[in-house]
């Protein structure tokens, strides 16, 4: 994400934040079913500055902690394998670090952080246990570099839904799309 990008990000989220203190952006869309007209103008205004936001950032997952998911995938099981990876750009567009501690989803029995790394000539794996995002940076988990890894995967569909967790106890859900790609871990 470029900077100008970020600062019209923190700009926006600034004005969210002040408005709607520290509620979960998700919990506010909740009051749409409410008759109060001031909640109707309150959600009127959320929805078109999320829609600015996705309009802004090219429509990746906009996330209450700060965190921006894009171009998530999921390389779709090869036969007779119930392991996988997944890969996906995050962006931390907030003042401080996020730093995530884990990832589940219902549809796959365990997902860790994993790291290719390169040793005499051979490519290894190693699993690490919490991956941090700067803040005003993008970490790229990506073929050849950090990745999660799935295993035990229940069933796969056109997409996943995985939930990371972060330091603070946020639970952060992204969905990603289930790709038919060959490429090593
Ligand atoms: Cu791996």
Redesign the pocket.
């Given at each position: 994400m470029g900077k100008w990008q970020m600062s019209i990000m923190r700009s926006i989220m600034g004005t969210v934040t002040t408005i709607y203190g520290d509620s979960k952006l998700v919990g506010i869309l909740n009051f749409q079913g409410k008759d109060s007209d001031f909640m109707n103008r309150l959600s009127g205004w959320l929805v078109l500055s999320l829609v600015v936001l996705a309009v802004v950032l090219g429509c990746g997952q906009q996330q209450p902690a700060g965190l921006m998911a894009e171009n998530a995938r999921v390389r779709s099981l090869i036969a007779g394998s119930d392991k996988t990876?997944g890969y996906v750009n995050l962006t931390n567009y907030s003042t401080d670090a996020i730093t995530l501690i884990s990832a589940r989803s219902d549809d796959v029995r365990t997902i860790?952080f994993?790291?290719?790394t390169q040793l005499d000539g051979m490519m290894r794996?190693r699993?690490l246990t919490s991956v941090e995002i700067e803040a005003d940076q993008s970490l790229l988990l990506q073929p050849g570099g950090m990745?999660?890894?799935l295993f035990g995967v229940k069933s796969l569909a056109e997409s996943v839904s995985i939930e990371f967790t972060t330091a603070t106890g946020l639970v952060i859900p992204v969905v990603f799309e289930v790709v038919d790609f060959r490429l090593p871990?």
């Open positions: 990876v860790e994993h790291e290719t794996m699993r990745h999660l890894m871990s």
